[in-house]
């Protein structure tokens, strides 16, 4: 495969997989279990929980900063060229991304301790895929533009930057309430990936300049490398049927810990500043893939400067010199493009969430018809409030460094029956993103739906971004 190809279906998918992994609605909303794998020092007052397989759990984010459908699709009487020319080519730039998210619980359970009911467990599995695609800027420019007529600009090799993944994460949890005011909680995982491809170091620059001896020339130091794992095997299996192996048969070995592995924990607290005002923070997937089976390497490294052939007529045609495979030859010694099957290491998108709330109003009671041991929610104390709000800050480790979100909340329950939250978000999406949502306690079953970008669904073709969430769990409260 040519690294040209190789370049365009990576960068192709990591558009198709067109936001961060925020999930600010989630977050610290105790009525609702998957808030535990977001924070797993949350406080609980569950006594034991189960999901609804594959349906407790299912999240979509996606979403770009550079522009919108409609820039290029409005029926404006504008020529789509031009658009593309100015929206795309010249209106974005290499801190412009493309970039989405995915996440399928298969199951999640926790329990209470019989032996200290200060302790609960919980643990499941989910299937996750997260991509990420920068704006390679000088990349498009070269290829749209041409040098011919750009003397002495360097072409950043650098904006190519993209990286995703498809895995399923096997997780155990451990939530303890220290004390009336403190609980902590810590999260171990395994991950086991189906598949990866990254391109996020790359280095150099291509330049034309003057020549002396001919019109142009042109230099290239590049170090590019382009690593993937799990790619090549599914190709190959969708290629060839008659070779014995099946698509449904690696994805299934590659679920239960068939494929390239790695390790990865969550940490996280909740404190008790006084009655009515709580404190939260968690770091999320501190962890690693190694990656040993099915891997392969692309890489462009070396420098190298060309005035092009100097070709003496007719001395030269006459003689067939051989002077254009002397050429090329010498190039590839410069500059290698080499293939190569070797190990690796990746690391997680490591997330951060802090909160600061605030409670207010009455104080809410047992709901007994309700099939509950005790309140919803509530906190370390074991109370719970009509109305609540507060801040949240949000920041995940991108290739480009890391990108942060701020959002206010206002949550309003409907006693022990339902919890609505609000939120207001500010990140490199929008400084207008609305989001609601809501959990539905109906006797033992609960149930949420959660979405963002509120504004964004009355014009979806004018919206960089769309979120949502929704799950139903079996749920038995109370610690006793």
């Known amino acids: 495969m040519r690294l040209r190809y190789f370049l365009l279906c990576i960068l192709m998918l990591g558009a198709t997989m067109s936001q961060s992994q925020n999930k600010q609605l989630l977050y610290d909303f105790n009525e609702v279990p998957q808030a535990l794998l977001l924070n797993p020092g949350m406080t609980t007052n569950f006594k034991w929980y189960t999901g609804v397989p594959v349906l407790s759990g299912v999240s979509f984010q996606a979403g770009n900063s550079g522009f919108v459908s409609n820039d290029l699709f409005a029926n404006d009487g504008i020529d789509f060229n031009t658009k593309f020319r100015d929206k795309i080519i010249n209106g974005m730039d290499y801190k412009d991304e493309l970039s989405g998210t995915y996440q399928i619980e298969l199951i999640n359970v926790g329990y209470r301790s019989k032996k200290n009911d ?102 290239l130091d590049a170090d590019i490398e382009i690593r993937t794992s799990g790619v090549f095997e599914l190709k190959d299996a969708i290629d060839d049927q008659s070779n014995g192996s099946s698509v449904p048969g690696i994805l299934t070995k590659r679920a239960l810990f068939g494929g390239n592995l790695g390790l990865g924990l969550d940490l996280g607290f909740t404190y008790n500043l006084d009655d009515r005002t709580v404190l939260t923070a968690s770091v999320l997937d501190v962890g690693f893939i190694y990656h040993s089976k099915d891997v392969r390497t692309y890489s462009l490294k070396g420098s190298a400067s060309t005035e092009g052939l100097e070709v003496i007529l007719p001395e030269d045609i006459i003689n067939g010199t ?145 979120s949502f969430q929704f799950g139903i769990n079996i749920i038995s409260w109370g610690k006793n």
């Open 118 to 219: 200060r302790v609960f467990y919980s643990f499941g599995a989910y299937n996750e895929g997260d991509a990420i695609g920068y704006y390679f800027q000088d990349y498009a420019l070269l290829a749209y533009v041409g040098n011919t007529n750009e003397l002495n600009k360097k072409y950043d090799l650098s904006h190519l930057k993209t990286r995703g993944e498809i895995l399923n994460v096997y997780h155990f949890g451990i939530n303890k309430q220290v004390s009336n005011q403190l609980s902590v909680g810590f999260r171990g995982k395994v991950y086991s990936s189906f598949l990866n491809f990254n391109s996020t170091n790359n280095k150099g620059y291509f330049v034309t300049t003057e020549g002396d001896r001919n019109l142009l020339n042109a230099t």
């Open 322 to 466: 051989g002077q254009w495979r002397t050429f090329v030859d010498d190039l590839k010694a410069l500059v290698p493009y080499e293939v190569e099957s070797k190990n690796f290491v990746t690391f997680r998108s490591t997330k951060l969430y802090a909160s600061l709330r605030r409670d207010f109003g009455k104080q809410i009671g047992s709901l007994k018809d309700c099939y509950c041991t005790s309140s919803v929610g509530g906190n370390s104390n074991g109370s719970i409030f009509k109305n609540s709000y507060g801040a949240q800050l949000y920041a995940i480790n991108r290739p480009r460094g890391p990108q942060v979100a701020l959002t206010a909340f206002y949550q309003h329950r409907l006693g022990n029956f339902m919890s609505l939250k609000s939120t207001y978000t500010i990140d490199k999406y929008s400084f207008a993103n609305l989001g609601l949502g809501a959990s539905i306690q109906a006797g033992p079953v609960n149930m949420y739906l959660m979405t963002d970008n509120l504004i964004g669904y009355t014009n979806l073709a004018n919206s960089k971004y769309a």
